[in-house]
């Protein structure tokens, strides 16, 4: 009994110590000086790998089954184009297939209808900048009359954004010391740093979207893929004495 009884005491005076440390383990920052908040950001510049489009097929017909199968023939024939062109089945994803009626108005008279409006678009990837322009008018020759982009992006920024965000850390780092400098203080210590966000810069749209059913031949058709910057901002908190 006495063995019962020590052992019951032990494990009751043991849970009280736990839940005393968990408490106590929440650190408490004292402040001996002056609280400084800095805002910082970071930047690289990269030049973009990824070209994106809307690309695809709008036909029109008297009948809905006729718009249906003339979109479809064509549309097999730009996305045999694409696949001549290497692009990955991965990289071309349909991003819109729509059928609607079309009326003819005149004033004081019922609507009529004359055919049928097909579209099927697909959204397509090009890793290969330097053929982007060329595969662009594969498309049209192949029956694309419809064109949007391409958007400019980065693939994978990941790495870019990490360098930014060392950047910013620099940059907070060296803004702390000018306060500190200015006030006749110096930075004693870090209380805190937190990631304001990232800035994905949207793809850069490039003036090739367009109608092509009426469009006359063109020239070759060049792509500038330029640079874009990649930014990150942090917030800082600095303890100066």
Same mark, same amino acid.
């Given at each position: ?59 029109l017909q008297p009948t809905a089954t006729g718009a249906i199968e003339e979109n479809a023939t064509r549309m097999e024939r730009v ?96 803004? =702390?010391?000018?306060? #500190? ?9 870090? !209380?805190? &740093? +937190?990631? *304001? ?17 009426? =469009?006359?031949?063109? #020239? ?9 910057? !990649?930014? &990150? +901002?942090? *917030? ?6």
């Amino acid at each position: 009994m006495r063995n019962m009884l020590m052992t019951a005491m032990a494990l009751s005076v043991s849970a009280v110590p736990a839940s005393a440390a968990a408490q106590a383990a929440v650190p408490v920052t004292v402040l001996a000086g002056t609280r400084l908040d800095v805002s910082a950001t970071g930047e690289v510049t990269r030049v973009p790998d990824l070209a994106i489009i809307s690309a695809g097929v709008q036909t029109l017909q008297p009948t809905a089954t006729g718009a249906i199968e003339e979109n479809a023939t064509r549309m097999e024939r730009v996305r045999a184009a694409l696949k001549r062109a290497g692009i990955a089945d991965k990289d071309i994803q349909t991003s819109s297939i729509n059928l609607n009626p079309e009326y003819h108005y005149e004033n004081n008279q019922p609507p009529r209808l004359t055919g049928y409006r097909a579209t099927n678009t697909v959204n397509v990837k090009f890793r290969d900048l330097k053929r982007t322009g060329s595969i662009l008018d594969a498309l049209v020759a192949e029956g694309a009359n419809q064109i949007n982009g391409p958007n400019l992006t980065i693939d994978k920024p990941d790495a870019a954004y990490d360098e930014s965000r060392v950047k910013a850390i620099a940059v907070g780092q060296a803004r =702390a010391e000018l306060y #500190a400098r200015a006030l006749g203080k110096r930075v004693v210590r870090i !209380l805190s &740093v +937190s990631e *304001s966000g990232a800035y994905v810069p949207p793809p850069m749209p490039l003036a090739y979207a367009r109608d092509m059913v009426a =469009a006359a031949p063109m #020239a070759k058709t060049e792509i500038d893929p330029g640079t874009q910057q !990649l930014q &990150v +901002s942090v *917030s800082m908190s600095f303890e100066l004495q």
